[in-house]
């Protein structure tokens, strides 16, 4: 595992406990405490996610790529929950979790000692599953709107749309950019693995011979 594989690890492993305990503090704290102290309150879980980082994450990065399927799904649940709470009302940024998965596949691959055979197995079922999750962001949307009639986003507003109108306009917007942003997941989450699999491969170094 090289300098650049660990980094990527450490930022991707080591954003989870932060991040989740900051928003779980964030919650408990609007339910309960005054609201002046709900931040400070998520500030406390943002410095418990970056203790529990301080120590255990080192062994999380060194064990990475052995690390069970169920616990690489939840991280991956995780993060796509987070980009989807980002821009809920249309969410073409959940591809973003599943392009990590697609560096990860095409590393772990490499690391298992594994030949294109593998690797393309591997990619599938990362796209089989980033596929799933993707599609469950754009659903949670859309099931929203349909369980709240009043609710009207404001970018049809934005692009001059009548009001009567923008409820079927933004279905019809989701269900379009939901079958391009999964499209292109899964061109671009086989070809991350591909090239996470090949770049760092060390090339085989020809043999120097003297001549005289």
Request: glycine residues 8%; contains cysteine; proline residues 5%.
């Amino acid at each position: 595992m090289n300098r650049l594989d660990r980094a990527i690890l450490y930022v991707i492993l080591g954003g989870a406990p932060p991040l989740l305990l900051m928003l779980i503090a964030w919650r408990l704290g609007m339910d309960s405490l005054p609201s002046r102290y709900v931040v400070l309150f998520a500030l406390v879980g943002l410095i418990l996610g970056l203790l529990t980082d301080l120590f255990v994450l080192g062994e999380f990065v060194r064990r990475a790529f052995t690390l069970p399927i169920f616990s690489l799904i939840m991280l991956y649940a995780f993060y796509l929950f987070l980009f989807w709470i980002l821009n809920y009302q249309l969410p073409w940024q959940s591809i973003i979790p599943g392009l990590g998965a697609g560096w990860f596949v095409g590393r772990k691959a490499y690391f298992m000692g594994g030949g294109k055979i593998l690797l393309k197995q591997m990619a599938k079922k990362a796209n089989t599953i980033c596929f799933i999750g993707t599609s469950t962001t754009f659903t949670g949307t859309i099931m929203m709107i349909f369980q709240n009639r009043d609710v009207v986003f404001q970018w049809p507003a934005k692009l001059g749309i009548h009001l009567s109108s923008s409820f079927w306009v933004t279905i019809a917007a989701l269900v379009m950019t939901a079958i391009i942003t999964l499209a292109l997941q899964w061109v671009l989450i086989r070809k991350l693995a591909i090239l996470s699999f090949k770049y760092w491969n060390p090339k085989p170094q020809p043999n120097k011979t003297n001549n005289f």
